[in-house]
């Protein structure tokens, strides 16, 4: 078992209290807490989202377009599960119309795009998968856990006035004018397994209690990463604790103790 190392961002939309099990270091205001991949899992990035802010409104490329652009594969495609939701907390994603390049240019160069986003209020337990190509934003208020392809080509169309540079032709190359497909939207009840994605890019599973033979025989024998989130969840004997993740060689080697709840991510190569 390796458990990856925690990497803490500070960020300007963060927050300077973060939600148990995690602690905020005295003076800093904590946007991301991330975890370094390991080399057995290089494809996939594991992180939590802590917002008090809104988030650039912004778009990821496909692999196949970095590739064309001689970037190498660089796609980005996430995911979001919500852990926790202020009153009134939403996330930007798609618009509520379709919307042509010309159109979302000047949008995004008066503010207005804002606007066009289609808002989804949101709960804990919200799941929200996020294709390259869509335009989004996450509001302030939420904490998220987000699995994603390792990446870190994002492309801001908008950014609310902060100084932080904006990439307006790379984003109107890629960005998909149109509303967000209701299909990649779900709530996950609070106790039982769900498959939440399977594909393209990766699988993730949430796990309560020991795993289903059918969960077992998906993840088969390649490498994966596990996130806990509440009760005890072993591997190799060695615990892993909620607010970690941990790489497991070695499926068999996860026990996971009844009504113990967290996720596990494997890349699909």
Not at 123 to 137: K, L, M, Q, S
Request: charged content about 20%.
């Amino acid at each position: 078992m390796t458990l990856l190392p925690t990497c803490m961002v500070d960020k300007p939309w963060g927050r300077d209290a973060l939600p148990a099990p995690f602690e905020t270091p005295a003076g800093r205001r904590i946007g991301e807490v991330w975890f370094e991949p390991p080399e057995a899992v290089t494809e996939l990035l594991v992180k939590y989202i802590f917002t008090s802010e809104k988030l650039s409104v912004q778009v990821h490329p496909s692999d196949p377009q970095t590739i064309a652009a001689g970037l190498g594969r660089q796609g980005k495609e996430e995911c979001w599960l919500v852990v926790a939701a202020d009153a009134g907390a939403a996330l930007g994603i798609g618009f509520d119309a379709g919307i042509g390049p010309d159109a979302l240019r000047a949008a995004s160069m008066d503010g207005s795009i804002e606007q066009l986003l289609t808002w989804h209020p949101v709960r804990p337990g919200d799941f929200f998968y996020i294709p390259a190509n869509t335009v989004h934003a996450i509001g302030g208020g939420v904490s998220l856990i987000e699995v994603q392809q390792n990446s870190d080509i994002t492309y801001r169309l908008y950014d609310y006035g902060r100084p932080r540079a904006l990439h307006l032709e790379e984003s109107l190359r890629v960005a998909r004018g149109a509303p967000y497909p209701e299909a990649l939207h779900r709530h996950v009840a609070p106790r039982g397994e769900v498959a939440l994605v399977e594909g393209p890019h990766f699988r993730l599973t949430r796990y309560d209690g020991p795993l289903s033979d059918a969960a077992q025989a998906r993840f088969g024998e390649a490498p994966l990463l596990v996130i806990p989130l509440e009760g005890v969840t072993q591997i190799g004997g060695e615990a892993v604790p909620p607010g970690a993740c941990a790489l497991a060689l070695d499926p068999g080697a996860i026990a996971i103790a009844p009504r113990a709840l967290g996720l596990i991510a494997q890349p699909l190569r």
